[in-house]
């Protein structure tokens, strides 16, 4: 029969014919359907037959096809008690990819919801009415179904829909105004709940897709839904949107083989026309494909809470890159190793993590002109000192600290959080890698020296104080009992006396006269904290200075081919930040790393906004901007000048008698009719806490709903993460003042304790001049001041914005992508997801707002090229408008969009790229499945028929080869000559043996004789071997057979003959 894939593929052009099993079990066939259902009458036929026609994967029994059977026994009415018949034109298909949709052969619909025809009574009684999204307080949302609605424009029962109806047909949007639902959820029971609600399709929810864009619901229950199901099947990764410059990652909390070497090369080269799936490889290398073709600097942006897997996902980013790009100089490996330092130094087990980042870190690897390694430059943002010397319950310090002591139990900053030991974490072995990272970083000369600091920060927190006997004008002095000489001993200082002295006393300087004040036990206890601090983040910033040495410049490779010109200054650089942080209890920390996000986020914000309205006027679209969240008024509440809180906050620690009160009132005076400024002090919290919502009173939960053109976008209930009431009070009891301020992820409450202190940083100057002056380690954290000391130290918020500044600087001058880590649970448990506290991350991340954003456009394009080459087969092959060479693509790409415009919605054309949305992009992908169905079966056969020729060729060749081979005497009898001549000719035939399975006969006529060729040798070998003692031996003995047994045995393990040249004859 002819075929042809191009006219109207989705119409049955071609007639249904089907193969089928006879009872003789010998295969019949093709028949048509009607001489297939003659068959079925006389009995020859059964629903237990195998049938297969193009297009199955395998064979089926006729039972197993719902749409066969139909046509062979009319299935009777199973609804209303309806005795008529019915025929189902419908046909169950996949995709390439193995996804079911559904193909009506007669109206040519497409559709990936399982029609009412198809369905069985028990699925249409659970489909039956509509589908509604329902809050939950554990999983956030569920869907349930409509069983009543009362008021609006739905009155009665939702179950009454007939049945000829798809629940799926109706589009996904908000159900009418003023009703109320009663609505069944699973496991939840009966609910009476207040309209409107967003609707879900039944369908949709079993269609995981790996793009959240490709999504039919834009609400964030579908995407969160989407999200949770992928990842209990350990699909980790989702994308968000087509660009794939925005990556959702999930913290799998076990490992998972998405990795490795032969991974990296898979995304570093794909295979042509391979999908690969979501995964941090392929945003590293879509970063170093830009930074290649393009020219321009990348920045991959990580972000997340603790614990939400930053760290690793960073690991796996470096690796790739330093895997795939490489370097003439091995500087990727020093690369490498820098993260077991800055690790040890900078990381800490919490109780989100038992690895936590407790620093930002900036990292820019530079690429030569040849696209290789050339160096890198890591920059660190504000590291938690104040894990030094405290750490909550069940928390613990930085590991190099349990990695130095053996007792962490017994040392003061250790021992007051109770946690000295995490699972999964062997400290000894850590050690051995940092001192080899640190080897192999250079450090070799002073490789104690950072030890011996971090001995003496701890051993600073083992000084005891006690109270002097003495006085100095009025004041109480302190003197040191214990602990002095070991602490002096590690910093680096020779004289104890000196150390003493400098924390018993404060500097102070007047007129640039210095003067000694006594200070009590307590202050010299915080001063002897605030050096311990100082010196364990200096530590630390030399760290990365050293390594930065390390990995700036190539080290000696002895490559005399190795050219240092042909380096550049293009980068790929890689941030991992901390995520909005929401706690118990915040304080300055939280305030620099929320302030730090908000700062992201608006970049985020307008780059996504920024790309997709750039792309539009290239292509000449015109496009409705979407409204998006703009963060600037709560930046401008803290960072704008000259009241912005953190400048208030460096103001107040310069100013005499400056406190957390003062600071506090003046923040209030300047913000209090802000809107994203929530002041909630002690003397009204009582009455803010005594004072609920309508919706608390009726004691349900209030729920914001907002309607955009697209859809219905519904808040999320709080996580029990949150620490704030429906007042907006804080649930703690309330100690001091406190503060709430209204960010882009929800309103934070901080308690307004040490801001001062903590910005102040205070280090005495006295305790300063002595690690500069009189510390004898190698390692100089403190330079001289000298007389050239500024009045005014810098603030740690001050210098904060600073080095923010000028990375966002950086970011701002590259193409960003950006990775989304999340974390699924509290407990580290793999395949556990809590959705509330998910859905409040994914909502911190931004990523409801970038679907929002760009769902609103046309989040699917493609290149003219590749829009024809895709989906060309579409149209008649005959058609001038594809067929000709001279047609340019554009032109291709109106053809193919005009012969489709029944099947599609709006599809834009733009100057280099078709523009469309999903549900165009799912009919589109539907409608190719459909014609490569047909396609493909044929281009199998001629490719068969191909190889076919092209084997017979060969074996032609081949079998030549050996029949001289064999006819030729002084070869014949040459087992090692025959043998090679059969790995030749195998060799030649080559994986044409796994398609046609088929051997030339001289192969089998020439390994006998090769075998019977070996089995003489051994023989004369034997004989020659065993002559003398086979003359007395019977034929058959018991002796002489297992002497022959144990020579075969031998000979089997040695390569006797390899290189047998003679002939035997037996």
Same mark, same amino acid.
């Given at each position: 029969r002819r075929f042809c894939a191009w006219q109207k593929p989705y119409a049955m052009t071609v007639k249904e014919e089907w193969y089928y099993q006879a009872l003789d079990d010998s295969q019949a066939g093709p028949v048509a359907v009607e001489e297939l259902k003659r068959l079925f009458k006389l009995g020859q036929v059964t629903l237990e037959t195998l049938v297969w026609t193009v297009g199955r994967l395998d064979w089926t029994e006729i039972k197993d096809i719902p749409a066969l059977k139909a046509k062979l026994r009319p299935m009777k009415g199973l609804l209303l008690g309806a005795r008529t018949t019915r025929t189902v034109p419908w046909i169950e298909k996949k995709t390439v990819d193995g996804q079911v949709y559904y193909y009506n052969a007669v109206t040519e619909k497409l559709t990936y919801d399982k029609p009412d025809d198809l369905k069985t009574a028990d699925e249409l009684k659970k489909d039956n009415g509509d589908w509604v999204w329902v809050r939950d307080d554990k999983e956030a949302w569920l869907p349930g179904r409509v069983l009543k609605r009362v008021g609006g424009d739905g009155d009665g029962d939702s179950s009454s829909r007939a049945p000829g109806s798809s629940s799926s047909s109706s589009r996904v949007s908000a159900a009418a105004p003023a009703q109320t639902l009663t609505v069944e959820v699973k496991g939840r029971g009966t609910k009476i709940?207040?309209?409107?609600?967003?609707?879900?399709?039944?369908?949709?929810?079993?269609?995981?897709?790996a793009d959240l864009v490709l999504l039919e619901d834009l609400s964030e229950a579908m995407m969160v839904h989407c999200v949770k199901e992928r990842y209990k099947k350990d699909e980790i990764y989702t994308w968000v949107g087509a660009s794939q410059t925005v990556l959702v990652a999930v913290n799998p909390f076990q490992r998972l083989p998405l990795y490795g070497l032969q991974k990296m090369h898979d995304f570093a080269r794909p295979a042509p026309n391979r999908l690969l799936p979501p995964h941090p490889f392929a945003v590293a290398n879509g970063a170093y494909l830009r930074l290649r073709l393009e020219g321009r600097d990348q920045a991959i942006l990580i972000s997340g809470e603790s614990g939400a897997g930053k760290t690793e996902t960073t690991k796996h980013v470096l690796s790739f890159l330093a895997e795939i790009a490489g370097s003439a100089s091995n500087v990727e490996q020093r690369i490498l190793s820098a993260n077991p330092v800055l690790e040890a130094f900078g990381n800490a087990k919490t109780v989100r993590n038992n690895n936590s980042s407790r620093f930002g870190r900036w990292m820019e690897v530079h690429f030569d002109d040849r696209g290789a390694i050339h160096s890198a430059r890591i920059e660190n943002y504000l590291l938690e000192k104040s894990r030094v010397v405290t750490q909550a319950k069940d928390e613990r310090s930085y590991h190099i600290f349990y990695h130095l002591v053996d007792a962490p139990q017994k040392t003061r900053f250790l021992r007051n959080s109770g946690c000295y030991k995490v699972a999964g974490i062997d400290d000894k072995a850590d050690f051995q890698d940092v001192r080899r990272a640190l080897d192999s970083l250079g450090f070799s000369p002073t490789l104690e020296s950072p030890f011996d600091l971090a001995k003496g920060v701890l051993k600073i927190g083992d000084v005891d104080f006690a109270a002097s006997s003495s006085r100095v004008d009025g004041n109480e002095g302190s003197v040191v009992t214990t602990g002095l000489a070991e602490a002096a001993q590690f910093l680096g200082i020779q004289d104890p006396q000196k150390l003493a002295s400098a924390l018993t006393h404060t500097a102070i300087e007047v007129r640039g006269a210095r003067t000694l004040s006594p200070c009590s036990p307590e202050a010299a206890k915080a001063g002897a904290a605030a050096l311990a601090k100082a010196v364990f983040g200096r530590l630390f910033d030399w760290l990365v200075r050293r390594i930065n040495e390390a990995v700036s410049q190539p080290l000696e490779t002895g490559d005399d081919d190795y050219d240092d010109a042909g380096a550049a200054n293009r980068f790929i650089g890689v941030l991992d930040i901390f995520g909005f942080e929401i706690f118990e209890t915040n304080s300055f920390e939280q305030l620099c790393i929320n302030y730090t996000n908000e700062k992201l986020q608006q970049h985020f914000n307008r780059h996504t906004f920024k790309e997709e309205e750039e792309l539009y006027l290239q292509e000449g679209i015109d496009f409705d901007p979407v409204d998006f969240i703009d963060n600037q008024p709560i930046l401008d509440l803290i960072e704008k000048k000259p009241d912005g809180i953190l400048l208030l906050l460096d103001d107040e620690v310069t100013a005499p008698r400056g406190n957390d009160a003062k600071w506090l009132s003046r923040c209030e005076a300047a913000h209090t009719l802000k809107h994203e400024w929530l002041s909630v002090t002690e003397k009204h919290s009582k009455f803010l806490g005594s004072t609920s919502s309508p919706d608390s009173a009726a004691g349900g939960t209030s729920t914001t709903t907002t309607t955009t053109t697209n859809a219905t976008t519904t808040t999320p209930p709080k996580s029990s993460r949150s620490s704030f009431s429906s007042s907006g009070a804080c649930t703690h009891e309330n100690v001091g003042d406190f503060f709430t301020l209204s960010h882009y992820a929800g309103a934070v409450t901080y308690r307004n304790t040490d801001f001062c202190l903590k910005n102040k940083d205070p280090l005495g100057r006295n305790l300063y001049d002595l690690m500069a002056l009189d510390s004898s380690s190698p390692v100089k954290l403190f330079p001289p001041l000298g007389g050239n000391a500024p009045r005014r130290q810098p603030t740690i918020a001050g210098q904060f914005r600073k080095q923010l500044a000028e990375l966002l600087g950086i970011v701002n001058g590259a193409m960003p992508c950006y990775v989304r880590c999340i974390k699924p649970n509290s407990m580290k448990r793999h395949r556990t997801f809590e959705s509330a506290s998910c859905v409040e991350q994914l909502t911190c991340a931004g990523v409801f707002e970038a679907?929002? $954003?760009?769902?609103?456009?046309?989040?699917? !394009?493609?290149?003219?090229?590749?829009?024809?080459? &895709?989906?060309? $087969?579409?149209?008649?092959?005959?058609?001038? !408008?594809?067929?000709?060479?001279?047609?340019?693509? &554009?032109?291709?790409?109106l053809a193919i969009t005009k012969y489709l415009q029944k099947h599609l919605g709006e599809v834009r054309l733009g100057t280099t790229m078709v523009l469309y949305r999903a549900p165009e992009h799912r009919v589109l992908e539907l409608l190719r499945n459909l014609a490569l169905e047909r396609l493909v079966p044929v281009a199998q056969r001629a490719a068969r028929l191909a190889n076919g020729r092209q084997y017979r060729k060969l074996l032609r060749l081949v079998r030549l080869d050996l029949r001289a081979t064999l006819d030729d005497p002084s070869k014949n009898n040459d087992a090692a000559f025959l043998d090679d001549a059969i790995s030749e000719a195998l060799d030649i035939l080559g994986p044409h043996q796994l398609t046609f399975p088929f051997v030339p006969p001289e192969v089998d006529e020439a390994g006998p004789r090769v075998s019977l060729f070996l089995l003489c040798l051994l023989l004369r070998f034997f004989f020659q071997r065993?002559?003398?003692?086979?003359?007395?031996?019977?034929?058959?003995?018991?002796?002489?057979?297992?002497?022959?047994?144990?020579?075969?045995?031998e000979a089997s393990s040695l390569s006797l003959f390899a290189s047998a040249t003679t002939t035997t004859t037996t």
């Open positions: 709940l207040a309209g409107p609600l967003p609707k879900v399709s039944l369908g949709a929810l079993k269609r995981l897709e679907v929002k $954003i760009r769902k609103s456009g046309y989040p699917f !394009r493609l290149e003219h090229r590749r829009f024809a080459a &895709r989906y060309g $087969i579409l149209v008649d092959k005959d058609d001038p !408008r594809i067929a000709n060479d001279d047609v340019d693509e &554009r032109s291709k790409c065993h002559q003398q003692s086979l003359t007395f031996c019977s034929v058959g003995s018991s002796s002489s057979s297992g002497e022959i047994l144990s020579f075969f045995a």
